[in-house]
C-alpha cells in the first residue's frame, strides 16, 4: 500500500527566509509525486510534480521540489517565503506504473504560516 | 471555463436524511474522485470513476454512493445521514493521459456537510 508523511504539522517562518516542507513517500515502484496548497475555504490547488527526470522540480509561485530516491522523499521549497504563501500544503503519491488512473494517496497536511 | 464546480456548498443534515451532493466538470476529463476531509486529515478517498457508466470504491465507501451516467457529471449520494460523515467534501477531475502524460488533479471548491 502508498502511503505519504508530513511529518511536521506547522512550519513557521520569517518572510524573506527560505522554506523548507518536508515530505517523505512509499509506494511500490517509480512514484508520481505532486504538491498542492490550499487556502482557507477553497479546493486545493496544484503546485508542481514530479514524474521523471531532474530531481528538481520547478512549479508555481517561485516554488519548487527536490526528488531524492534514495531517502524517499520530495520537499517543497522556496528560497524567500511570502506572507502570502500561507497556507496548507499537502504532499500526494501516485504509483507510477498507470499514467492518470492510478489513485493518489496524500499527506495530512502542513500548515506553512510566514510572519512579517 | 468553470472548470469543477460543486453544489451546495453548505449543507446541515439531520441524522438519517438523505442528500446528493453534485459535481460537474466542464474539462472533458475521463476520471473523477470524491474526497472527504476532516479536520487536521489528509484528503480520503471515497470512490473514483474512469469513465462514464465505470465506478469504484476508494479507501472510504461505506456510507456513500455514486454513479456516473455522463463524462461531466459525478454526484455523490449519502443514503442515511451519520454525524461521522460531517466533513468537506472535493470533487476533483484528471486528464486522459494521453500520450503518456501524467496530469495533476483539479479540484472543486468543496462541500462542507455538517450532520446534527
Known amino acids: 500500500a502508498q502511503s505519504v508523511a508530513q511529518p511536521e504539522d506547522q512550519v513557521n517562518v520569517a518572510e524573506g527566509n527560505p522554506l523548507t516542507v518536508k515530505c517523505t513517500y512509499s509506494?511500490?515502484?517509480?512514484?508520481?509525486l505532486f504538491w498542492y496548497v490550499q487556502y482557507p475555504n477553497r479546493g486545493l490547488q496544484f503546485l508542481l510534480k514530479?514524474?521523471?527526470?531532474?530531481?528538481l522540480v520547478k512549479g508555481s509561485y517561485g516554488f519548487e521540489a527536490e526528488f531524492n530516491k534514495s531517502q524517499t522523499s520530495f520537499h517543497l521549497k522556496k528560497p524567500s517565503a511570502l506572507v502570502s504563501d500561507s497556507a496548507l500544503y499537502f504532499c500526494?503519491?501516485?504509483?507510477?506504473?498507470?499514467?492518470?488512473?492510478?489513485?493518489?494517496?496524500f499527506g495530512d497536511g502542513t500548515t506553512l504560516t510566514v510572519k512579517p | 471555463n468553470a472548470g469543477v464546480t460543486q453544489t451546495p456548498k453548505f449543507r446541515i443534515l439531520k441524522i438519517g436524511q438523505s442528500m446528493t451532493l453534485q459535481c460537474t466538470q466542464d474539462m472533458n476529463h475521463n476520471y473523477m474522485y470524491w474526497y472527504r476531509q476532516d479536520p487536521g486529515m489528509g484528503l480520503k478517498l471515497i470512490y473514483y470513476?474512469?469513465?462514464?457508466?465505470?465506478?469504484d470504491k476508494g479507501e472510504v465507501p461505506n456510507g456513500y454512493n455514486v454513479s456516473r451516467s455522463t463524462t461531466e457529471d459525478f454526484p455523490l449520494r449519502l443514503e442515511l445521514a451519520a454525524p461521522s460523515q460531517t466533513s468537506v467534501y472535493f470533487c476533483?477531475?484528471?486528464?486522459?493521459?494521453?500520450?503518456?502524460?501524467?496530469?495533476?488533479?483539479?479540484f472543486g471548491p468543496g462541500t462542507r456537510l455538517t450532520v446534527l
Open positions: 476533483a477531475t484528471t486528464g486522459t493521459g494521453f500520450g503518456g502524460t501524467v496530469d495533476e488533479q483539479f
Open positions: 500526494a503519491v501516485r504509483p507510477g506504473r498507470n499514467t492518470n488512473a492510478g489513485k493518489s494517496t
Open positions: 509506494v511500490s515502484g517509480n512514484p508520481y
Open positions: 514530479y514524474i521523471t527526470g531532474d530531481n
Open positions: 470513476s474512469v469513465g462514464a457508466g465505470i465506478t
